[in-house]
């Protein structure tokens, strides 16, 4: 559980919907926070095995 809530803060984070608001950054800086994020979203995603796919 705890997995998947932090799948989820990053999600959040990425979209601008927690930490800085994304309307108050630079189009630079919401574009690398979100591609950081994506990036932290893959890494963290359980692997196909682990679904049980």
């Known amino acids: 559980m ?3 809530r932090d799948r ?3 999600a959040k984070e990425g979209l601008g919907e927690r930490g800085t608001a994304w309307w108050e950054l630079p189009q630079a ?3 690398a926070r979100a591609l950081d ?3 932290r979203l893959d890494a963290a995603a ?3 095995a682990q679904d049980g796919g």
Do not use: D, G, K
């Open 29 to 31: 800086e919401r574009r």
């Open 37 to 39: 994020r994506l990036a």
């Open 46 to 48: 359980p692997s196909a």
């Open 8 to 10: 989820v803060q990053l």
């Open 2 to 4: 705890r997995a998947a």
